[in-house]
């Protein structure tokens, strides 16, 4: 018998069988894992097991590849900062959904682990959220092997007048070495060089540089999985809050 105890999120739940559920999350030492949770779809534990929620969970199995049981210990919901808050539901949608999509079964990602505890339990705070959230996007890139470059212009080295982001390589580009491509390329919104103030509308500008990325280089690398639609109504969210 193969046995690790471990701490994690909780990223889906889905029934398995009468009572049980196949419950998916990303633990800090063992990536994204699912197992069998007996009791799991069931009046006491379901309650409990709502994504974001965070957990102690103990798996065992027979062989390392087998699906496994998991025994779950609850350590804190998040239900209460999403309750009532649109914003902080369509963003623990938004994180859950990604997480669940892109990561890699059982392959650890200990950093990219840590800072989304850090955005989960910012969640209801709707005046940091949004820029910690894009903050989050561009480390889930960089972590998946798509990152950007935005230190220094592509073309010229330098790291002033940084205005547009190359859609194929994803290196900033100066606004004087843009000339007349400068309509091929993307706009680089200042929030993500950390400058401007981080309004709604600034952020949103900036989630659909890294959602250029995330559909045509991270999920395009994935098959034909889509970008999830919680990814949308998130960015629709945070616009129209300004």
């Known amino acids: ?51 974001g929620a965070q957990v102690e969970v103990v798996w065992r199995a027979r062989l390392p590849d087998h699906l496994g049981a998991f025994a779950v210990e609850p350590l804190r919901s998040r239900a209460a900062q999403v309750m009532g808050d649109r914003l902080a539901l369509a963003g623990l949608n938004a994180v859950t959904a990604l997480l669940a999509r892109v990561l890699p079964e059982r392959e650890a990602h200990g950093a990219l682990y840590a800072r989304t505890v850090q955005l989960l339990d910012l969640l209801g705070q709707g005046e940091v959220w949004p820029l910690a959230y894009l903050r989050w996007e561009m480390a889930l890139l960089e972590e998946m092997g798509f990152g950007l470059d935005l230190s220094v212009c592509a073309v010229t080295g330098q790291s002033g007048d940084l205005a547009h982001v190359s859609p194929r390589t994803g290196r900033a580009v100066s606004r004087a070495a843009a000339g007349v491509w400068a309509e091929r390329l993307l706009p680089l919104p200042p ?37 999830p639609a919680a990814r949308a109504r998130l960015l629709a969210e945070i616009a129209r809050q300004g």
Not at 15 to 26: K, W
Not at 198 to 225: K, Q
């Open 1 to 51: 018998m193969i046995e690790w105890r471990d701490e994690g999120a909780v990223l889906t739940v889905r029934p398995h069988g009468e009572s049980a559920a196949i419950v998916e999350v990303f633990t800090a030492g063992h990536g994204r894992h699912a197992g069998v949770v007996r009791g799991g779809a069931g009046r006491r534990m379901a309650p409990l097991l709502q994504p």
């Open 191 to 227: 929030v993500m060089l950390g400058q401007g103030e981080a309004t709604g509308a600034e952020v949103a500008a900036a989630l659909a540089v890294t959602g250029h990325f995330l559909d045509r280089r991270l999920f395009a690398s994935l098959g034909d999985r889509p970008v």
